[in-house]
């Protein structure tokens, strides 16, 4: 074998392995990032059931509690909360848009595709259940699992859902009784 031919294969071979290296890098670095991801769904889905708990001992006075059939209906949707998430319309969407892997770019055209599925998915989000034809009763428990949705959040951010309210009223459309509601369960969690 001649120098330049022993130089060429010497070349491709470097070459094709660091091509394997970044690809293998790639991959490890794509699996990390869908665990993070994982991860973060799972500690947010306990966060739900932990404030769900405090709710139960809270506003054990408060007919959603102590009716049978709200108290079992608001207990399945909560257990069943934000299973949309893992969802092929959902789980790589914002998987990429809040975990990126280095050198990839947030799609936020996808992500909001994935955020609307989500919401008509999840009716919690106060963007649906404050919808005109969301009947009476449906929207209550909406609320009470929006609530609820919140209270997670602020164990993960070290906030309240009272402050986080606060903070974004202008945004949130409420109606006015579903404030006057939500208020009522604040004084009794915080």
Known sequence: MTSNKMLGA??????????K??????????????????????E??????KAWKLLQEKCKNMNFIYDDALFFELDAQIKQ??????????????????FPAEKEEKDRALFMEAWEHHKVNNDH???????????????????????????AMGFKFNDTAKKYYEKN?????FPKWAIDYM????????
Do not use: P
Not at 44 to 49: A, E, K, L, M, P
Not at 81 to 98: C, I, M
């Open 10 to 19: 010497l070349l491709f071979n470097i070459v094709s392995n660091i091509c």
């Open 21 to 42: 290296s970044l690809i293998y890098n790639s991959m490890v670095e794509q699996i990390q990032k869908f665990r993070e991801y994982l991860d973060y769904i799972e």
């Open 44 to 49: 947010h889905y306990n966060n739900v059931q």
């Open 81 to 98: 909360h934000d299973l949309s998430k893992l969802s092929a319309e959902e789980f790589t969407q914002y998987r990429q848009f809040f």
């Open 125 to 151: 989000h106060w963007q649906i259940w404050t919808m005109e034809g969301f009947g009476k009763s449906k929207q209550e428990l909406a609320l009470i699992h929006n609530i609820v949705d919140w209270v």
């Open 169 to 173: 009223k202008e945004e949130i459309q």
């Open 183 to 190: 208020y009522e369960i604040f004084e009794l969690i915080y």
